[in-house]
């Protein structure tokens, strides 16, 4: 049973370490209720929540883009959970209870503690619910559900970002070898929320770029960059439309060794005028 638990650690690990491209890896999904215990304003609109308790003993995240979904009551207060399934997969009860898809920004196994960092936004369900949110309220989380993990050993990053995949991209900052080099650009609606805390280290260069209303500088600014090495990695993350020009800018790039396309990770974590994309 022990292995069986630790064997997604291990394949994660070892992907990251001599993998190439993305490797889906599933965990065996969790549903657990934690409590909020802490709150801690990071930015003007980045308000970093912390759950946990003796529920999250068991709990397990391996890779910077780790998430989970937070499963609110329904309006009278009752909680309906998924069931998982052995097909790691989740049984959803139906209606399907509202939930919402948020980053591990940090898990710490001694105390039991996540991090999750939430972006604060007019109109949304788990934005406004993060704002009234009080130490001692229970929290539903389920997940995480598995990695689609990308290896460490590429020569370079670029990391297409906007305020949700921060944390994301901030943890990988933490967690990846000190010797690769990284370009991350970084889009928010407000320039205040530019003092997100950043790990500072070698070969790290942040382009912090402010959202011009709906219109995105962001695919822009990234196909103007010439990535240095021959390898190179691209995590794009962020709303959907943003990041979309993307795609053609990672398969059509030619590497300094004539080599054509950048392996990449592209994932839409919202899109704008629709509530619940992840659901
Ligand atoms: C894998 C993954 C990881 C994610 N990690 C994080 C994370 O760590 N932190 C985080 O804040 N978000 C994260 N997100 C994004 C988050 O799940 C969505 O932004 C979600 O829609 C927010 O839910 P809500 O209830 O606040 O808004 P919703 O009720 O879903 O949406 C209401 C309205 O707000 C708009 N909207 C949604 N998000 C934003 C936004 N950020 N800015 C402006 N308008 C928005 C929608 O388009 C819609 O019109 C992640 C998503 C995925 C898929």
């Not at 946990?52 to 909680?79: C, M, N, W």
């Not at 619910?129 to 590429?154: C, D, L, T």
């Amino acid at each position: 049973m022990e292995m069986e638990r630790h064997e997604p650690r291990r394949r994660v690990l070892e992907h990251h370490r001599s993998g190439s491209g993305i490797r889906r890896i599933g965990y065996p999904i969790g549903i657990r209720t934690a409590r909020l215990l802490r709150r801690e304003q990071l930015t003007k609109n980045m308000l970093r929540l912390t759950v946990g308790g003796p529920e999250l003993a068991d709990f397990h995240s391996y890779q910077a883009d780790d998430h989970v979904k937070i499963v609110f009551p329904d309006a009278d207060g009752t909680r309906r959970l998924p069931v998982p399934t052995p097909d790691l997969s989740l049984d959803w009860p139906q209606p399907t209870p509202a939930n919402r898809t948020y980053s591990i920004r940090r898990f710490d196994a001694e105390t039991c503690e996540i991090d999750m960092d939430f972006v604060l936004h007019d109109g949304g369900l788990a934005a406004g619910w993060a704002v009234g949110a009080r130490p001692g309220e229970e929290v539903a989380i389920a997940g995480p559900p598995g990695a689609k993990a990308f290896p460490h050993n590429y020569d370079h990053y670029v990391f297409a970002v906007d305020a949700t995949a921060l944390p994301a991209a901030a943890r990988w900052l933490e967690e990846s070898p000190p010797d690769v080099s990284v370009q991350l650009v970084i889009e928010t609606a407000d320039a205040a929320d530019h003092a997100y805390p950043l790990a500072d280290r070698d070969g790290a260069a942040v382009t912090w770029l402010v959202r011009d209303g709906g219109r995105s500088p962001l695919a822009d600014v990234v196909r103007a960059l010439d990535p240095p090495a021959e390898r190179t990695f691209l995590f794009a993350a962020g709303e959907t439309g943003a990041i979309k020009p993307l795609r053609a800018w990672a398969r059509d790039f030619e590497g300094a060794d004539g080599t054509k396309g950048m392996d990449a990770l592209f994932t839409g974590y919202w899109k704008r005028g629709v509530a619940g994309l992840a659901d």
